[in-house]
């Protein structure tokens, strides 16, 4: 490939804890003729040591899940620190939740980890030309959400603040009421605020069911 041709290829980084997907990714976008994958790395952490003056792709390839540095947390740095930086999520979940969540951490698209090799480079194309890439089901989630919503209960329930995040997560843990609330350095009345409201809000009745919630809509992993 010549100088020429190697510049207009759009740059690629990918950051993935799961090493034969990472390694598939990245020769399915090398071999497509239109990308080329610059580094490879395991998690956010390692993604930001990379990004410096000279080393800034156009496309981020982000799992959600993984250790160190998540999806979410790095998508709210590069958003703060390069924003010329878009975004495309891998995750395997696509409540309404990690949408709107991911959206608001300037997440240009989404893909599922299933995804057909085709439409995943057509997803890379579409974010670097046009700046966004949704699939039709992902579309169809977003419209149904924003649909009426003054008197939808679905968004009512989602939009969640982060210390009620980070409190879904940590009932996902071992610790007590008492010890999520000296992590999060705050009174324990107030944990026993949060929890309360969740449990109305998501008419939810225990902490297991919280902690069933927070898994099955990708706050967290077991």
Known sequence: MNELNEKSLIRVAIADDHVLLRNALAGLINNSGHCKVIYEVSNGKELLQKIVDDNIP???????????????????YLQEHHPEIKILMLTMYDSELILIRLLKAG??????????????????????????????????????????????PTLNKIMMSETEI?????????????????????????????????????????????????IKHGVTTV
């Open 107 to 152: 997440v240009r698209g989404f893909m599922k980890k299933d995804v057909h090799p085709a439409e995943m480079i057509y997803a890379i194309q579409s974010v670097h030309e046009n700046g966004f890439y949704y699939s039709a089901h992902t579309s169809s989630k977003l419209a149904g959400l924003f649909r009426d919503n003054d008197n939808n």
């Open 58 to 76: 156009d496309i981020i390839i982000l799992d959600l899940n993984m250790p160190e540095m998540d999806g979410y947390l790095t998508s709210v």
């Open 166 to 214: 980070e409190f879904l997560k940590l009932c996902c843990t071992e610790m007590t009421y008492k010890e999520i609330a000296s992590e999060m350095k705050i009174n324990p009345r107030a944990i026993d605020g949060i929890r309360d409201t969740l449990f109305t809000r998501l008419d939810i009745k225990s902490r297991v069911g919280l902690a069933m919630y927070a």
